[in-house]
């Protein structure tokens, strides 16, 4: 990793030391060539870290900025402490997030790993099926949302006139629970589960192939080959698949944002589908209490990498 | 040619009732293969059948999957509409994700190089902190940033929804990666030919990265495009807004015009899915990749 200096006198970067000394050199530029990155990183990736603490320390609006006032940590005290409505929006919405966390990500798993292993065939075609396969991937969540929106509308909705054309009396999806959970999952899996599948199909490709060949010559069926080769050759892979998934589904915001806002609104006044996400972006933006958002960010974030640890433990300790 | 790879498998001993169990498994696997492609589709389809009905259509008793009178009116009625601005947004959205990935390559590019390469104090920790914030969960950073945008007073502009996104670290991981791989003896080589640091870079390495920077310019572009929390919260004024960001305007301007918001979601997913066919090869890779780095 030694830094390449020019080997004559006189090269273009005016360094002409001896090659034995060249470590000793101070040169710009490097620096000069991480400075735009660096810069803009410390800004918004570097600094927030602390910003945001020091919001979440204050009764905060941008839009008052003379309001403003340090009020400790009464922003966490807010959302540990039942009855205020910060405690009640915010675990609210923490309990929703894991209902879809718990709803998504078994079937982000599941699917993308049978999708997997279709495609792990060795026949023609495969690729464009592949390709087939992972394409919603790169469609934005606004016009997943809005396809999925307008398919699980009661009125004219695709999936509700079939219903009707079976005989099924059709529930009133985005507008009831739990069924506006299930139409959430669906476009998210419709939405996400390329990638997962594409990340499963490649570890499958690194499996030896010798393995199943003994397995055949030992008589074993394809079924006990997938359960006693393939899932525990892909367990790390799986691991990690799990954990980016749960990490994901834990930022949902956009489908909800569509296709039900955060709704339906049940009796007690809670909203029966809106996430952690959706929260922090109406405390923050629509009731313009940053400090407050600020604190629930922190809050999550801590959640989020702790589940992020356990899940890396997991994987390290069964590696 | 794959199915050439399988025919030896059916071995003499298993001839008379092998090759016809083989092509029916072969049959069932693409009749399974062909069905979930559809299934995938049909709301792609659904999409397009629906921009291209005529109100009337909408709300038949049963599906149907070509209107008897197919029209462009929901194009031209969203085209044509001040209040949806849907040809701004377009060209919004274009601008801001070109100038995004533009940027990305070439801030990330210097900075990927130096790390991967040059020497310099405090490199390698300074890269591992860099790491470190690729587990850090985003939610974390919008409202810090929101303020930090405010303050610089540039909410409501292309800067506004631009900068945050060019401090991100995955870029520079990703092309540290490539740089790594290229064989030193080439950088040597030009150095004592004259060539200064930034030569070295620009002439003989970057050309040899081409690939890995398509890669890295067709996701940030895609994710600029598709990009959705931060522009909604930037960019305020309808004539600036992304397209993401105007479907939602879209979906709040009308009520059961449904033809008109999938006539908006079309123009917004046209492009990428066109990219899509064109470079998918990159797109899967890169996904693999940033897959891997886990």
Redesign the interface.
């Known amino acids: 990793m030694a830094r390449i200096v020019p080997q004559r006198e006189g090269g273009a970067t005016a360094i002409s030391m001896p090659a034995t000394r060249k470590k000793r050199v101070f040169t710009l530029t490097p620096y000069l060539f991480i400075l735009p990155h660096l810069t803009l990183f410390a800004l918004f990736f570097g600094y927030p870290f602390f910003s945001g603490l020091y919001v979440s320390l204050h009764q905060y609006n941008y839009l008052r900025p003379e309001a403003n006032k340090f009020i400790g940590l009464d922003n966490y005290i807010n959302l540990f402490t039942p009855g205020t409505n910060q405690f009640r929006n915010f675990w609210n919405s923490m309990g929703n997030t894991v209902q879809f966390v718990i709803y998504s990500v078994p079937v982000l798993i599941v699917i993308p790993l049978l999708l997997a292993v279709l495609l792990n065939s060795k026949v023609k075609f495969v690729n464009v099926f592949r390709a087939i396969y992972f394409a919603p991937w790169v469609l934005s969540v606004a016009v997943t949302s809005l396809i999925w929106w307008w398919i699980f509308q009661s009125q004219g909705g695709l999936i509700n006139s079939y219903l009707r054309v079976v005989g099924i009396d059709p529930p009133r999806w985005l507008a009831t629970l739990p069924s506006a959970w299930v139409a959430i999952v669906v476009a998210t899996v419709w939405w996400t589960m390329g990638f997962n599948m594409i990340i499963l199909l490649a570890a499958l490709q690194d499996i030896a192939k010798d393995l199943y060949e003994a397995a055949t010559v030992d008589g074993a069926t394809k079924i006990q080959m997938f359960f006693r080769i393939t899932i525990p050759m892909l367990q790390p892979v799986l691991v990690f698949i799990i954990t980016i998934s749960i990490i994901a589904s834990f930022n949902l915001f956009g489908q909800p944002f569509f296709m039900t806002q955060g709704g339906p609104v049940q009796g007690s006044g809670d909203r029966g589908t809106e996430p952690v996400m959706y929260q922090i972006y109406r405390e923050g933006f629509e009731r313009n209490n940053q400090g407050s958002a600020s604190a629930m960010s922190f809050v999550v974030a801590v959640i989020m990498v702790i589940i992020s640890y356990v899940n890396f433990r997991v994987f390290r300790q069964r590696d | 040619?794959?199915?050439k790879?399988?025919a030896p498998a059916s071995t003499a001993v298993g001839r008379r009732v092998g090759i016809g169990r083989k092509t029916l498994e072969?049959i069932l696997?693409?009749t399974?293969?062909v069905v979930?492609?559809m299934i995938?589709?049909l709301?792609?389809a659904?999409?397009f059948v629906?921009s291209i009905k005529p109100k009337n259509e909408?709300?038949?008793?049963?599906?149907q999957w070509w209107p008897n009178n197919p029209t462009l009116d929901n194009y031209q009625a969203i085209l044509n509409n001040p209040t949806t601005p849907i040809f701004t947004w377009f060209i919004n959205s274009f601008v801001i994700a070109a100038i995004t990935t533009v940027l990305v390559l070439?801030?990330?590019a210097?900075?990927a190089?130096?790390?991967a390469?040059?020497?310099?104090a405090g490199?390698d920790k300074?890269f591992a902190l860099?790491l470190a914030?690729l587990?850090?969960?985003?939610?974390?950073?919008?409202?810090?940033?929101?303020?930090?945008i405010?303050a610089l007073g540039l909410l409501n502009s292309f800067p506004g929804a631009i900068?945050?996104g060019?401090?991100?670290?995955f870029g520079?991981f990703f092309l540290r990666q490539f740089f790594q791989t290229i064989p030193?003896e080439l950088?040597?080589a030009a150095?004592?030919d004259?060539?200064?640091?930034?030569?070295?870079?620009s002439k003989i390495v970057l050309p040899l990265t081409k690939p890995a920077l398509a890669t890295l310019g067709i996701i940030t572009f895609?994710a600029s495009?598709?990009?959705?929390?931060w522009p909604l919260?930037i960019l305020k004024d309808r004539a600036i807004q992304t397209?993401?960001?105007g479907?939602?305007s879209l979906?709040g301007a009308y009520t059961?015009e449904?033809g008109l918001?999938?006539a908006?979601?079309v123009i917004?997913?046209v492009p990428?899915?066109v990219?899509?066919i064109l470079s998918?090869r990159f797109?899967?890779a890169s996904?693999?990749s940033s897959?891997?780095k886990?």
């Open positions: 040619m794959a199915v790879a399988a072969l696997l693409y399974l293969l979930i492609a995938i589709l709301p792609l659904w999409m629906t909408l709300f038949t008793r049963d599906p070439a801030i990330d210097l900075a190089y130096a790390y390469r040059l020497e310099f490199r300074l860099l914030t587990f850090l969960p985003g939610l974390m950073f919008v409202v810090p940033n929101f303020l930090t405010n900068l945050p060019l401090g991100g670290v520079v030193k950088e040597e150095f004592i004259g060539a200064n640091t930034f030569q070295t870079f895609l495009w598709n990009d959705f929390l919260l397209l993401p960001v479907l939602r979906q059961s449904y918001m999938m908006g979601a917004a997913a990428v899915l990219i899509y998918q797109i899967v996904a693999i897959g891997v886990g």
